[in-house]
């Protein structure tokens, strides 16, 4: 098969990553896999460093141009991401390939009547999760749940001492996020909670991975606010951020909306205990005792629960051994891609 990956986000997250992981897959499948990207974004980028064949274009105009005169070529046409399912379905009419959609959000739609007569256009409807299956169903969408996949990665011990020496003091437990200071994340949660644990104990630090939003003003004043700003770090964006979570004793997310979380997938399969709001397929994830649950905006909870990750041995254990059995057996990167080219295969033959 020929199979365009669609994908227009300008920044690099779970989206991105699992955009990357399905091209790898198809690839080595035998399938020849391309990219339709926004010009000059790390997805682009990226994907070209690694030898696929990436269009890149500047704007809805672009998309669309390209998909009227040269959609024709490709087999199977799937938008990764929400801003290129529009163009990819209507302009379904010009180069008449089945479009498939991976929806990777779980937000309630605005505008019932416009997204469903859009999403009635694809031929295959994705979600990674139940609660990203949430809106489609109620619209009259019947999803398939295809879950998002995380690799076993190889750690690269010098960039993880390299980490450590900057952010975190000797004798200091880690605990950590993975997650935009966005509102969705809820970070101002995350900084209460941590507050409380401080009061409780001076044993750790607690790092802040990821890229500046739109709550990054109101979390950086709040930690200020607290006197955190020794115990609370924001590190920013990290490159290569797999291999950083073998250094966290806790991981923890604090969001208040999240389809699935891939980032709870990766500490589950490094063996790092986890800590979590149940916003979203969150609740799936860390369900039947894989990690520590809590209701979202709870800040009580989510400090005793990083309290008791850090200090009970045996329920920590069990929590992380359930977690890694789990998201080996249902986050397996090469099940996610035979799942995707079963139904691909489908659509051909349909």
């Not at 990226?46 to 998309?63: K, N």
């Not at 500490?267 to 809590?294: H, N, W």
């Amino acid at each position: 098969m020929k199979i365009l990956q669609l994908n227009f986000e300008r920044g690099w997250r779970g989206g991105e990553r699992q955009t990357l992981y399905c091209m790898r897959q198809f690839r080595q499948a035998g399938h020849e896999v391309s990219l339709m990207a926004r010009r000059g974004s790390q997805m682009a980028n990226t994907a070209r460093a690694e030898g696929f064949h990436v269009y890149e274009q500047d704007g809805p105009l672009g998309q669309i141009g390209f998909l009227m005169g040269s959609g024709k070529k490709f087999d199977i046409i799937h938008a990764q991401t929400a801003n290129t399912i529009t163009w990819a379905a209507l302009t379904r009419w010009a180069h008449r390939r089945p479009v498939v959609f991976s929806r990777r959000t779980d937000f309630r739609v605005r505008n019932d009547a416009k997204i469903r007569i859009k999403w009635q256009r694809i031929d295959l409807f994705v979600a990674i999760s139940e609660s990203a299956a949430a809106e489609p169903r109620r619209l009259g969408i019947k999803p398939v749940i295809i879950r998002s996949a995380v690799e076993p990665v190889t750690v690269d011990q010098a960039r993880v001492q390299r980490f450590l020496d900057e952010w975190v003091p000797t004798g200091k437990r880690l605990i950590s996020t993975s997650a935009a200071l966005i509102n969705d994340k809820d970070p101002l949660t995350m900084i209460e909670a941590v507050n409380i644990l401080a009061q409780q104990r001076d044993d750790f630090v607690f790092v802040h991975l990821g890229g500046s939003g739109d709550a990054e003003q109101a979390a950086r004043a709040r930690v200020a606010e607290l006197g955190l700003e020794k115990i609370y770090l924001f590190a920013g964006f990290q490159k290569d951020i797999e291999s950083l979570y073998s250094a966290m004793d806790v991981f923890a997310m604090s969001s208040v909306e999240e389809a699935l979380g891939s980032s709870v997938l990766d500490a589950f399969l490094q063996r790092i205990p986890v800590v979590s709001t149940d916003a979203g397929g969150l609740k799936e994830s860390l369900a039947d005792g894989r990690g520590v649950l809590c209701k979202t905006g709870d800040y009580e909870a989510m400090a005793e629960g990083m309290r008791r990750m850090l200090d009970d041995t045996a329920f920590r254990e069990a929590a992380i051994a359930r977690a890694h059995d789990y998201v080996r057996q249902e986050h397996d990167v090469q099940e996610m891609a035979r799942r995707y080219l079963r139904e691909f295969e489908g659509l051909l033959q349909r």
